[in-house]
């Protein structure tokens, strides 16, 4: 059982905007920052957002990241066939004195 | 560009000890950074291990701690994992990466291409 808690599916189409969740607590999204990785089929996953909302050199702009209390959300915008992959949100949570992960999201484009 | 690549042993025997090392290129693991480690159980979710910094600070998850132990070889521009009394819950993909946010390492990136190792006799 995940800690951070996710959607198991998603979907959209072509050039549409999708938004993936993730629900924490205090101890965790709700205190620290939240960070969100992308893992294409067979690959190891890749850091698309860290610190809320900022996003490592090469990642377009079409995905953001926000935070409001203990929830986060990871927005993509201009939906692509090459963004159908799986998706993870991430934080440290200091009643475990741990980085814990979301269960994961699969986003399907259709 | 920092790469990061796995080695090791694809299979362990129960109760013994799991041994990986990470070979970095594009960034000397002397000059900052946690490096550390995360782990994916075939077909499930991703679970942090945990990280060591150069000078000397650990961050391990609780849950596995009493068994393991992560190193910097500097010389060597390398890290490495080692897990004692595995079974077969210790069956994963096993992933390298930088840990960057400071002194939780609380993200990772670049990440290795993993390497999958199997528990069992």
């Known amino acids: 059982q995940a800690v951070l808690t996710q959607s198991l599916s998603a979907s959209g189409t072509p050039g549409q905007r999708v938004t993936i969740s993730c629900s924490g607590s205090?101890?965790?999204?709700?205190?620290?920052?939240v960070n969100w990785y992308q893992q294409l089929p067979g690959a190891a996953p890749k850091l698309v957002i860290h610190?809320?909302?900022q996003r490592p050199s090469g990642v377009p702009d079409r995905l953001s990241g926000s935070k409001s209390g203990t929830s986060a959300s990871l927005a993509i915008s201009g939906l692509r066939s090459e963004d159908e992959a799986d998706y993870y949100c991430?934080?440290?949570?200091?009643?475990?004195?741990?980085?814990?992960f979301g269960g994961g999201t699969k986003l399907a484009v259709l | 560009q920092v790469q990061l690549q796995e080695s090791g042993p694809g299979m362990v025997k129960p109760s013994e000890t799991l041994s990986l090392t990470c070979s970095v290129s594009?960034?000397?693991?002397?000059?900052?950074?946690?490096w550390g480690w995360i782990r994916q159980p075939p077909g499930k979710g991703l679970e942090w291990i945990g990280g060591?910094?150069?000078?000397?600070?650990?961050l391990y998850n609780p849950s596995l701690k009493s068994r393991l132990t992560i190193s910097l070889r500097t010389s060597r521009n390398q890290f490495s994992l080692e897990l004692s009394s595995v079974t077969a819950a210790d069956t994963a993909i096993y992933y390298c990466?930088?840990?960057?946010?400071?002194?939780?390492?609380?993200?990772?990136?670049?990440w290795g291409p993993g390497i999958l190792v199997t528990v069992s006799s």
């Open positions: 610190t809320d909302n």
């Open positions: 060591a910094y150069q000078s000397g600070a650990m």
């Open positions: 594009g960034y000397s693991i002397s000059t900052g950074y946690f």
């Open positions: 205090s101890s965790n999204i709700g205190n620290y920052t």
């Open positions: 991430s934080t440290w949570d200091d009643s475990l004195n741990a980085v814990v």
């Open positions: 990466a930088r840990l960057g946010g400071g002194s939780l390492g609380s993200w990772a990136g670049p």
